[in-house]
């Protein structure tokens, strides 16, 4: 017999090339620094792509964007979300400066990478972050990166100073009435014409959100051609460049890490230079502005006489947030000048009640209070501003009121707004404008027969409510507003009656106001009261209002029955 071997189909196993990318990197913006960029991505394309084991996945470059940070690094942060989504495989990095020169974020995105089964190849240092002592050696060098850059910081910062000392300024800066030619500031006339406008408009009183609407009114735009803000309108009052003079190191950087600049306020020494170019405010005037700018800061929201003040403001403080209080009006009616005030906590006024659950305080009501703490009979304004210098509202019921000569004292209250709101004249007012429609200057706001049904059973108006049936139809119905039990009245029953007692074919609001005072409804008898001194009695029966069931609806329920009663019949047997 013939002896029979199978064989087995051979498929050669293709080893998987590994997805490779590079990333670039260069922090300062020239020409040599621009070829520098190209000359690294045509590189690690060449090489990437003549590797028989790798697959190219891209070069991801940043151009003139410091390796501090990786917030602003486009390129970079596209890479690591390409490493997420597992499009890479090894990243290729001529040196751990180029990468990154913190090392908290160079360790934190090493390290998230390793976690992903990523790797990352430092060329100039020979370093493989998956190996063993990779981990190490990218700390020590990464230091020595991070203490570089420190040291190119301060380097430049020295070369700063040592210009600001020969009265030479960092760069160009662009200001609003200024223009550069050369190394010179030369005056742009319309402009100035907007900078001398300001500097009038703040010592004749305004403030700058005043200014900001005037020249918003004259179409004035800002440098850029956007609308002139009022912050771009005080930092143009506190800018002593417009006197002729330049003062040098008003900010500086605190840390070259972090990248963010701090105001001098005497931390750093300044240099003012005199006459550098020519000025469009006098130095008096600009000197005059700043007076009246801290003036104004001392005194605060009282400063800006547009701003409604209070002897209250500024002085109620919210003890949960410890914003300010404000103040908050509401007319009690359309029709009437009084105004209703309460003092509420600005940021649950801003944000809503679930930012700052603070009490609101009604006005009479803080008035009352205080004029006890002081031992007063009434409320007086300038003692109230003399001896109390501030109140926190602390929880729902306690005022803790500071007095100007050191003293706290502690007051419960109680808010009593319905009882300062609903006064007796009020109540009349509100009781004679819903009365009866024929005298309700808003009428159209109510129905025709607002008013005009009362209630045998206990004197009450009726109230109409809009029902919609199940086929969309909609009828309203008048019930007593006490709701005390006595029978409701449909419209479509009571136009008929009214058709029925003035001899109409159709009924007519017109005729029924110019006849009938109104309709007194008691258990099913309608008794219309005439504007001559007779009454007509009606009775009236209302019926439910029923909906045609379907065929399908019907069968329906016919099945359901059925069943009931096999399931009833099943039991009975057993």
Not at 238 to 259: C, H, M, R, W
Not at 357 to 372: Q, V
Not at 449 to 459: A, E, L, R, V
Request: proline residues 2%; positive net charge.
């Amino acid at each position: 017999m013939a002896k029979i071997r199978k064989i087995e189909p051979t498929v050669p196993i293709l080893k998987q090339r590994k997805k490779v990318a590079a990333y670039c990197r260069v922090s300062m913006e020239s020409e040599r620094m621009m070829h520098s960029v190209s000359a690294q991505i045509s590189y690690y394309s060449s090489l990437i792509q003549n590797n028989p084991e790798w697959e190219y996945a891209g070069v991801y470059a940043d151009s003139f964007i410091s390796g501090t940070s990786t917030v602003k690094r486009t390129e970079f942060n596209r890479m690591i979300k390409d490493c997420e989504d597992r499009k890479i495989d090894i990243i290729l990095c001529k040196s751990i400066s180029r990468f990154a020169r913190n090392t908290v974020d160079l360790l934190q995105t090493v390290r998230h990478l390793k976690e992903l089964g990523i790797e990352v190849r430092f060329e100039k240092e020979n370093i493989n972050s998956m190996s063993g002592d990779g981990e190490l050696m990218l700390s020590i060098l990464a230091s020595f990166a991070q203490e570089e850059s420190r040291s190119i910081s301060e380097n430049v910062k020295w070369a700063t100073r040592k210009r600001f000392e020969k009265g030479i300024p960092n760069g160009r800066f662009n200001i609003y009435g200024y223009r550069w030619q050369g190394d010179k500031l030369v005056i742009e006339p319309e402009e100035a014409k907007i900078v001398k406008l300001i500097y009038d408009d703040f010592l004749n009183g305004l403030s700058a959100e005043s200014t900001e609407k005037r020249l918003e009114e004259l179409g004035v735009k800002s440098y850029k051609g956007g609308h002139f803000g009022n912050t771009a309108i005080r930092q143009i009052l506190s800018n002593i460049t417009y006197t002729g003079n330049l003062l040098f190191q008003k900010e500086y950087v605190a840390d070259p890490i972090t990248g963010k600049s701090k105001i001098n306020r005497g931390e750093l020494p300044q240099y003012y230079v005199e006459n550098t170019h020519e000025a469009i405010i006098p130095l008096e005037v600009y000197q005059a502005v700043q007076e009246e700018r801290k003036r104004r800061r001392e005194l605060g929201v009282f400063a800006n006489w547009s701003i409604n003040t209070s002897c209250f403001t500024s002085k109620i403080k919210c003890g949960i947030c410890g914003k300010n209080y404000r103040r908050s009006g509401k007319r009690q009616n359309k029709n009437s000048d009084k105004v209703y005030y309460i003092w509420i906590c600005r940021t649950k006024s801003d944000k809503g009640a679930k930012f700052c659950s603070a009490k609101s305080i009604p006005e009479i009501t803080l008035k009352n209070i205080c004029a006890e703490v002081l031992g007063l009979d009434e409320f007086d304004e300038d003692i109230f501003s003399d001896r109390i210098r501030q109140i926190t509202v602390i929880g729902a019921d306690l005022l803790e009121f500071h007095f100007t000569d050191g003293t706290v004292i502690h007051k419960h209250w109680k808010s009593t707004a319905r009882t300062d709101c609903w006064t007796e004249e009020r109540r009349r007012e509100w009781g004679e404008l819903h009365k009866n429609k024929a005298s309700n200057p808003n009428r159209k706001r109510f129905n025709e027969f607002t008013g005009f049904i009362k209630c045998g059973n206990c004197g009450e108006n009726y109230r109409g409510q809009l029902v919609t049936y199940a086929d969309g139809t909609k009828e309203r119905t008048w019930r007593c507003c006490k709701g005390c039990g006595n029978t409701a009245i449909k419209e479509s029953t009571l136009k008929p009656l009214i058709c029925g007692v003035l001899n109409l074919n159709e009924y007519s609001e017109q005729l029924m106001d110019d006849e009938i005072v109104n309709a007194v409804i008691l258990n099913g008898t309608v008794t219309f009261q005439f504007k001559d001194g007779h009454t007509e009695c009606r009775n009236y029966k209302e019926k439910k209002k029923g909906c045609k069931h379907t065929e399908e609806y019907k069968e329906y329920m016919s099945q359901l029955m059925k069943e009931k009663w096999q399931c009833r019949k099943e039991r009975e047997e057993h």
